[in-house]
């Protein structure tokens, strides 16, 4: 009895399911970021702090949008079968998860934990950098197993799609973090 | 193709448990806990010298508590089983015999069976919390020999805690959910298998950080972590804290895959209609989860962020406590049907095969299951109504009395199989019986908890007490064992002792009213809950509850030894013993390591409880279609 064998009898699910079923947790991770959204409103009140480090956050999110080009490139990399090529795509996207987290970190100090707005902006922008810990290290095994085992990355190319899809979903919240932080 | 030709037929030749057991297949969860161990004291010590502090204070506690969770999962064969293949290294066999019970596996049975083994474990040591609880309470004054006061908050927070969120919470979701959510939806495994083997690894850190948590001062405030209590009593809040926030994960990694597996691997021809009871359950059970542990999970993260990082979320003058009600109570309400719905589901899913007889009313019953899931979702508030405006309580308390209609849909369907059938009246059965008849105590005297004006009186007395008991234990406790007596066969391939369950159903049943019956008149005498001192005049009351609780507590013993015994050594099941239509008897019992033999595959043709004579077989078999 061949293991792989087994494996396979065990695992069924086609991509299509290990895909879409995806959007569960990201439903969750979302709903999450919604509820930190909410409590800036009721913490932070209106109007954001003068001491708020602005050009630093204009600028993750000015680099979070533009990533959306090499986000998605490598889905349609991937969706055509080009998965040497979306590997590429992968690392310049682990870049920007790095910035992103080092930036994130940056912005602390103009806003201390203590009172109101800094408060929950910390514990917002500092669960944020956890999911972008989440979606490098997610980066960093497919752009590994990409270039170890290439006929396993194919053979199961949902989990790089589950990766860009993460992605998506990082752009969209980081979005709407800035909108309800620095501008609303 | 017949059923029972396949099931003749070998199963691709892993059929699991082909090696006997030996001792050195534990070393994964010894190597977990040494990690763990390790990674604890380390985190501990190391933050404690950065921070001049020492072990046992908030920060330390929590470092310690994130990094002994992380030793502990990366003990337990997540390494060889999970991650290093995803970063493109070797990829380990797969494991079908014994060992895969111990060590990180992908396997969803064995999961399952692992958190059957965790929640009797839970339940056994929360139980004897509450058994410290009625000793305490056996007295009107302090007794000098055993608890303080201080200790009584601690051991009644302890089993609160420990009771809901490592018992009820995964007793049937997980100790049965993930076992048959497969087997009955006709698929091989859940949607993402190795995620379900993680949330059981979670487990152990959590419950072990807040059943020691006494050692580093304990928490002061019962299950519920409000501030500012929680910042200013004891840093053993922090392990109830990261404790509830990991139990919560774990939860909600099963929850995903219910969905998922749900909405993608259904068999051929399993309509949404013809989902079977169970797995509806568990639907909805999941979607409580999915859309509104969010702000609890926030809740908790800043009640946390308040104690050991700074921040004034709940304290000091700009803090606002009232948030951390609205967020806690926001998932800790549907919580409840997180237990119960599931518990609902398996008494349609056993009933209609005992009584033979197809459920009653089978759309109204799944809409009766949604809509307690759904209507249920928004009305958190009626826990402290005591604190809130007066525009908010009608609207909570219409609501809330709204929730009856579809959980009346429920009974009704149970009711209406039952109608007119000859039921055979065994273990379970009996047991989902009681349940339902504890219920209607439990949910009947809910409406008065969520009328505003009752709930003023009723508010923080042993009457809530008595309801919540009458819900879970008396209505999901006796379903688990129910379904534990009902799938044994199925998972060992023993029966349980028929007269030794029976026996014990019946102590459960009687000293279980006498123990929680009478909390509800000393509640209404002015008992309050979450006391170690009251009035005399309650005494003769109490003790007689005390006493009735000792005996319930040592009546556990009966089923515990009944399910081992029956396991080393109990008759032979038949493969379906219950002479069940559901689609998880059609496979051989012991459940072989593959359910469904290679190369065949399930075609759903008709409704799984149609028990009228010579009615078609709602299942065929059919080989795979080419390539998969
Ligand atoms: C599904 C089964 C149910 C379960 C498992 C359940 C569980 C609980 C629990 C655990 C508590 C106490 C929490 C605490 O204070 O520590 C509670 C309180 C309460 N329950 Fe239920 N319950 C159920 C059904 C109901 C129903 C049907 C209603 C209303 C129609 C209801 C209304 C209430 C209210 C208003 C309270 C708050 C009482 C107070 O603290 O003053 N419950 N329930
Ligand atoms: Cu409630």
């Known amino acids: 009895m061949a293991v792989e064998n087994t494996a396979s009898l065990m695992d069924p699910a086609p991509e299509r399911a290990k895909r879409g079923a995806f ?40 680099i979070m949008l533009l990533s959306m080009g090499p986000m998605l490139g490598a889905r349609g990399k991937l969706s055509r079968g080009q998965d040497a090529a979306a590997l590429g795509n992968f690392m310049l996207l682990m870049v920007v998860g790095i910035i992103m987290i080092v930036g994130i970190i940056s912005t602390w100090s103009a806003v201390p934990i203590g009172l109101g707005y800094g408060g929950i902006y910390d514990i917002t922008s500092g669960w944020l950098a956890l999911y972008f810990l989440a979606g490098t290290l997610g980066l960093l095994a497919s752009v590994m197993k990409g270039k170890r085992v290439p006929a396993r990355f194919s053979a199961e190319r949902w989990v790089a799609h589950n990766v860009v899809s993460f992605w998506g979903f990082m752009v969209l919240v980081w979005t709407v973090f800035f909108i309800v932080f620095y501008l609303a | 193709m017949a059923t029972t030709d396949v099931q003749g037929r070998t199963v691709s030749g892993a059929g699991g448990g082909g090696q006997p057991f030996v001792w050195s297949m534990v070393l994964p969860m010894v190597r977990a806990g040494f990690f763990g161990f390790t990674g604890y004291f380390a985190a501990a010590w190391i933050t404690a010298m950065l921070t001049h502090s020492v072990i046992v204070n908030p920060l330390p506690a929590t470092m310690g508590y994130i990094f002994g969770l992380l030793g502990w999962v990366a003990g337990s064969g997540i390494w060889e089983g999970w991650i290093r293949r995803a970063f493109g290294g070797e990829e380990a066999p797969s494991l079908t015999g014994v060992e895969r019970y111990f060590r990180f596996s992908s396997d969803p049975k064995a999961t399952a069976v692992r958190y059957v083994i965790f929640n009797v474990l839970a339940f056994f040591f929360a139980g004897l919390a509450a058994m410290a609880i009625r000793i305490e309470l056996l007295t009107p004054d302090s007794t000098g020999w055993w608890l303080s006061e201080v200790h009584y908050n601690m051991t009644f927070g302890i089993h609160g805690l420990m009771m809901l969120l490592a018992v009820a919470a995964s007793v049937i979701v997980g100790g049965m959910g993930y076992y048959l959510l497969p087997l009955m939806l006709g698929a091989r ?7 379900l083997g993680l949330s059981w690894w979670l487990l152990p850190p959590a419950a072990v950080a807040v059943f020691l948590s006494p050692l580093i001062g304990g928490f002061q405030t ?18 109830y804290a990261l404790g509830a926030a990991t139990l919560l994960t774990s939860s909600l990694l099963g929850a995903l895959n219910i969905m998922g597996t749900i909405i993608y691997m259904r068999a051929k021809g399993m309509s949404l209609g013809r989902v079977p009871m169970f797995v509806w359950g568990l639907f909805a059970a999941s979607t409580i ?38 967020q806690f109570w926001w998932l800790f309400h549907p919580e409840v049907y997180v237990f119960a719905l599931p518990a ?27 809509g307690v899931s759904m209507v249920g979702a928004m009305l958190g508030v009626h826990h402290y109504f005591t604190a809130v405006s007066a525009v908010r309580m009608p609207i909570f308390m219409t609501i809330t009395e709204t929730v009856s209609i579809p959980t009346g849909f429920v009974f009704l369907a149970a009711l209406g199989t039952l109608w007119g059938g000859r039921l055979k009246l065994s273990s379970p059965v009996l047991l989902s019986l009681m349940a339902m008849m504890n219920f209607l105590i439990g949910g009947l005297t809910g409406i008065f908890n969520a009328d505003v004006p009752a709930d003023f009186q009723l508010h923080n007395t042993y009457w809530v007490i008595a309801h919540f008991h009458y819900t879970i234990l008396g209505a999901v406790i006796f379903s688990w064992l129910a379904g534990l007596y009902w799938w044994f066969p199925k998972v060992t391939g023993r029966l349980v002792n028929e007269f030794w369950a029976k026996f014990h159903a019946w102590w459960f049943f009687i000293f279980f009213n006498m123990t929680f019956f009478p909390m509800f008149i000393l509640g209404i005498e002015g008992m309050n809950r979450r006391i170690a001192v009251y009035l005399p005049y309650l005494h003769p009351l109490n003790e007689f509850v005390s006493i009735s609780a000792f005996f319930l507590g040592a009546g556990f013993l009966i089923p515990a030894a009944n399910l081992f015994i029956s396991w080393r050594s109990g008759k032979k099941a038949p493969q379906n013993p219950w002479g069940s239509k559901s689609l998880e008897w059609h496979s051989p019992s012991p459940t072989p390591y593959i359910v469904f033999p290679e190369g065949s595959e399930v075609t759903v043709v008709g409704p799984n409880d149609n028990y009228a004579d010579g009615a078609p077989e709602p299942f065929v078999w059919a080989p795979t279609a080419a390539g998969k």
Request: glycine residues 12%; hydrophobic residues 50%; charged residues 10%.
């Open chain 1, 23 to 62: 959007f569960f947790p990201m439903l969750f991770m979302g709903i999450i970021c919604a509820a930190f959204d909410l409590g800036r409103f009721l913490w932070g009140g209106s109007g954001v702090p003068k001491t708020v480090d602005f050009d630093t956050g204009a600028t993750l999110t000015v």
């Open chain 2, 189 to 195: 495994t859940v949607i993402y298998p190795r995620l």
């Open chain 2, 222 to 239: 019962g299950w519920w972590g409000y501030p500012p209590l929680a910042q200013n009593s004891g840093s053993g809040i922090v392990f």
């Open chain 2, 289 to 326: 989860l999915i859309v509104e542990a969010p702000a609890t999970f926030t809740g908790t993260l800043m009640d946390l962020s308040d104690m050991i990082l700074g921040s004034h979320f709940y304290t000091g003058p700009t803090g606002i406590p009232l948030a951390y009600d609205d």
């Open chain 2, 344 to 370: 609902f589901a398996l008494w349609l899913e056993i009933l209609p095969a005992a009584a033979q007889r197809p459920l009653f009313a089978r759309n109204w019953a799944i809409a009766g299951l949604l």
